[in-house]
């Protein structure tokens, strides 16, 4: 083999090589980032999505103190209790003397939103993620077209959950 053709083919090898470790690296990144934002989602879209069985009622949030707010709840389902008071976690999801629907976390007094609102706001973590994965899609695995589809997606979840609340 000719000296010159072995150096352009180590080269090649090498680029090869080199572009297979940045693609294998960012394909990492790009799930991490996804399965943190499912993970972050999953806390609470758990009670909502899976919400057979469980109790379902009404807050009327009546008071609210650093990142809660409390009120009584009236239920809804079969099986579940008045309860006196239970909480709620504070965000913009949440306001003062308004009504929401809710599911009852399994053996507590907490309860997180639940229909078409409170499904949406359970995944918006995950809308994120899906936003920050799209950054990583195009630079790094070069991917422009997924890399697109997943920012978009990202934005019409964040959206649809700002116009669900």
Not at 121 to 129: I, K, L, S
Not at 130 to 137: G, K, T, Y
């Amino acid at each position: 083999m000719i000296p010159a053709m072995r150096a352009v083919t180590s080269r090649q090898s090498a680029y090869a090589v080199l572009r297979f470790g940045q693609l294998a690296a960012m394909g990492v990144v790009t799930g991490l980032i996804l399965i943190a934002g499912v993970w972050a989602s999953w806390g609470t879209a758990q009670h909502v999505m899976l919400g057979k069985g469980r109790e379902q009622g009404t807050i009327a949030v009546r008071s609210c103190s650093g990142d809660v707010c409390a009120g009584p709840y009236t239920p809804v389902s079969a099986g579940s209790r008045a309860r006196a008071r239970v909480v709620i976690d504070r965000s913009v999801a949440v306001e003062k003397d308004r009504t929401y629907t809710v599911t009852v976390k399994p053996g507590s007094d907490e309860v997180v939103r639940s229909g078409p609102a409170g499904l949406l706001y359970a995944w918006v973590p995950f809308g994120g993620a899906l936003l920050l994965a799209s950054v990583v899609v195009a630079g790094g695995l070069r991917l422009t077209r997924v890399a697109w589809l997943m920012a978009g997606t990202g934005v019409a979840l964040l959206t649809a959950t700002f116009l669900a609340l």
